[in-house]
């Protein structure tokens, strides 16, 4: 399975970001899907996950203001970033977790600044 994602740059505090990643490979039907953020010095950390049943969990510090969602007949997830701060600023990870293991995309960078 290979994982692609994209949409990261450079926003202004207050401002949206769209972040995509596509799956590709033999995939099974049910998996788990999300995004996960690592800040310099700072360990890896779950920013949001969705079943392939829809069902989504979030980070404290996201809600409200990130929204993640999928498409299954793209094996696609998305988050949509609104209200981004500069404690946002991380390389972004997309993963993609079935029954058997855990796969990661290689990360995107977003930097929230003025």
């Known amino acids: 399975v290979q994982l692609q994602a994209s949409g990261g740059g450079l926003v202004q505090p207050g401002g949206s970001l769209r972040l995509s990643c596509a799956a590709s490979?033999?995939?099974?039907?049910?998996?788990?899907m999300g995004w996960y953020r690592q800040a310099p010095g700072k360990q890896r950390e779950l920013v949001a996950v969705?079943?392939?049943?829809?069902?989504?969990t979030y980070a404290d510090s996201v809600k409200g203001r990130f929204t993640i969602s999928r498409d299954n007949a793209k094996n696609t997830v998305y988050l949509q970033m609104n209200s981004l701060k500069p404690e946002d600023t991380a390389v972004y990870f997309c993963?993609?977790?079935?029954?058997?293991?855990?796969?990661w995309g290689q990360g995107t960078q977003v930097t929230v600044s003025s």
């Open positions: 993963s993609l977790a079935d029954r058997l293991t855990t796969y």
């Open positions: 490979g033999s995939i099974f039907s049910i998996n788990l």
């Open positions: 969705i079943t392939s049943g829809g069902s989504t």
